[in-house]
């Protein structure tokens, strides 16, 4: 699927007009782009189900380090310890090379049939990322938790609100306007991170690049160029978060932003 932006053509036209030198070529950093975003939905499909399923497993992980939950604290604390300690481009590949060996033992156990190779890798790529960005995510969303104020923990209490209630309408609320600066962040480290998902067999925009590249051996001008792409895109991730960060912002009272006002003249 071509870009919306090359239509009407305008873009190949002032591709033509750039230099095309020997040892570099800016016609070729901006003539490799829209073939590049046509991976653009595959990053973001990759990017946006890890950092979905990894806050749920990092909320997860955050309840029951914040609990100690008996039996099952102690495998999180593995966990998370190990997702932490390691590469991302090694669980990638114990993702991608061991989740069809624990399907073929389950086959071999119980009898299934259930066909392996229909798979799609990004299924790996995308468990990969969910558990890697759930063990760092658990300690800002646990930290942001702690730090909700005790006196509207016992409030809700005191009104009857079992702790699901607390959870969902106390809790979870003010420690999400604490913690959704460090999680864009980690959204942008996520979509940079998307680039190993070559090595699951994927071609997401960075492995597109280096297919270019590799048909004219202008690497260092197609790397630029995707290196714009993920720059435009952490840029609009950024101002998003920037835009939630406002919206969530707990505003004070009139009568006391008013003698904040007045105070402050």
Do not use: H
């Amino acid at each position: 699927m071509r870009p919306l932006f090359l239509a009407a053509g305008w873009y190949e036209s002032l591709v033509e007009k750039l230099p095309a030198g020997k040892l570099f070529s800016w016609r070729a950093v901006f003539d490799a782009i829209p073939s590049i975003l046509e991976r653009l939905p595959l990053t973001i499909g990759l990017t946006l189900a890890g950092a979905v399923a990894g806050l749920i497993l990092a909320l997860l992980f955050a309840v029951i380090k914040i609990n100690r939950v008996k039996v099952i604290y102690p495998i999180q604390a593995f966990f998370v310890s190990f997702l932490r300690g390691t590469p991302i481009l090694v669980q990638l590949m114990l993702s991608y090379y061991g989740i069809p060996l624990l399907l073929k033992a389950i086959n071999q156990r119980t009898g299934l049939d259930m066909n392996i190779n229909a798979i799609p890798a990004s299924v790996f790529a995308i468990t990969a990322f969910a558990f890697n960005e759930a063990a760092y995510a658990s300690e800002t969303i646990r930290a942001a938790i702690q730090s909700v104020n005790s006196g509207e923990v016992e409030a809700a209490k005191s009104l009857g609100m079992t702790n699901k209630q607390i959870y969902s309408r106390v809790i979870i609320p003010n420690a999400a306007v604490v913690a959704t600066p460090t999680l864009i962040n980690s959204l942008i480290g996520l979509t940079k991170g998307t680039s190993l998902a070559f090595s699951a067999g994927i071609v997401e925009i960075y492995a597109q690049a280096q297919i270019l590249g590799g048909g004219d051996y202008r690497y260092f001008e197609r790397f630029i160029s995707v290196s714009l792409i993920y720059w435009g895109v952490s840029f609009l991730i950024e101002n998003l978060g920037l835009f939630i960060e406002k919206c969530m912002a707990i505003k004070p009272p009139e009568s006391v932003q008013e003698s904040l006002e007045v105070g402050g003249r």
